[in-house]
């Protein structure tokens, strides 16, 4: 796993325990930095690890999972290029084998300190414009998984500091991602 989510002895306070989604969550995070920066956005269907190599076992054997991760994730086909995010999300329907679901994608962001010099009432392609010259954008990509039952987790790694250490983690780091993909298994 790409992260140490366990408290230093004598710290006095204690993390949450690792879930089966954070550990998704990390794995998918450490896949697309292994790929590198300036990528599309993925998606991938998570699956009970158990469930998969139960119903699919061929499908378990080419994946090479090993151990009881709790969820596998699986790459989807690429997202149809210049079609919004939100529109794409919409048109998903997942089959009940599907315990949930997760997405990367890249994207500028200021810090809270700028977000005040943002020009009001700014149409979205010229904020982007805006955003991407502003001299205090970060890049990031974010990772956001959810669970039919409403879980979620999310991770963020800033592209300056681009290292499994310095990713952060929580179920509340993306909410609008997290509540358009939580809709992909509404019905």
Not at 135 to 143: G, I
Request: proline share 10%.
């Amino acid at each position: 796993m790409p992260m140490d989510n366990t408290a230093p002895q004598g710290s006095g306070s204690e993390r949450p325990s690792v879930t089966p989604l954070t550990t998704a969550v990390l794995e998918i995070d450490a896949y697309a930095a292994e790929l590198g920066w300036d990528r599309p956005a993925q998606l991938f269907a998570l699956v009970d690890t158990e469930r998969l190599r139960t119903e699919e076992p061929d499908l378990a054997q080419r994946l090479d999972i090993e151990g009881d991760s709790g969820l596998t994730p699986v790459e989807q086909d690429e997202l149809p290029a210049g079609q919004p995010l939100d529109e794409f999300l919409a048109t998903i329907a997942w089959p009940d084998a599907v315990a949930g679901c997760a997405m990367t994608v890249e994207r500028l962001m200021l810090p809270p300190s700028a977000e005040t010099t943002v020009p009001e009432g700014m149409p979205g392609p010229d904020l982007a414009r805006w955003v991407a010259g502003h001299p205090e954008r970060q890049e990031v990509r974010m990772t956001v998984a959810v669970l039919r039952d409403g879980r979620r987790e999310s991770a963020v790694r800033l592209r300056e500091k681009d290292s499994a250490t310095e990713v952060l983690t929580g179920p509340d780091l993306v909410p609008g991602l997290a509540d358009a993909l939580a809709a992909t298994f509404e019905e």
